[in-house]
């Protein structure tokens, strides 16, 4: 089993910039695939980024192309996420996840950490 423990999150205003991380334990992370996901009130949980096992392979959600850039250390088993040009829209919780290969659903990550908020005023 992988645990996953996300942190970095606040309040923030729009335009201001602001970096996820999530440390993982129990085997080792670069065995996995790491992906971001989020989720607002009201809303279903929507793919944000994810990273391949070497780092070769990185895909966006369209909404956040351009703005949110993942990276991941696998000497330090964390993989981050760097939110410039944050706006209201971007308020959700965060979760971080890892599975075999590099998707865009949510069936595909194996596991998931609990979760971590971050909001955007206007």
């Known amino acids: 089993q992988v645990q996953l423990v996300e942190s970095g999150g606040g309040l923030v205003q729009a335009g201001d910039s602001l970096r996820l991380s999530c440390a993982a334990s129990?085997?080792?992370?670069?065995?996995?695939?790491m992906g971001w996901f989020r989720q607002a009130p009201g809303k279903e949980r929507e793919f944000v980024a994810a990273?391949?096992?070497?780092?070769?392979?990185?895909s966006y959600a369209d909404s956040v192309k351009g703005r949110f850039t993942i990276s991941r250390d696998n000497a330090k088993s964390t993989v981050d996420l760097q939110m410039n040009s944050l706006k209201p829209e971007d308020t959700a919780v965060y979760y971080c996840a890892c599975g075999s290969s590099v998707s865009l659903t949510q069936d595909s990550y194996q596991y998931w950490g609990r979760g971590t908020q971050v909001t955007v005023s206007s």
């Open positions: 129990g085997r080792t992370v670069s065995n996995y695939a």
């Open positions: 990273i391949s096992r070497s780092g070769a392979t990185i």
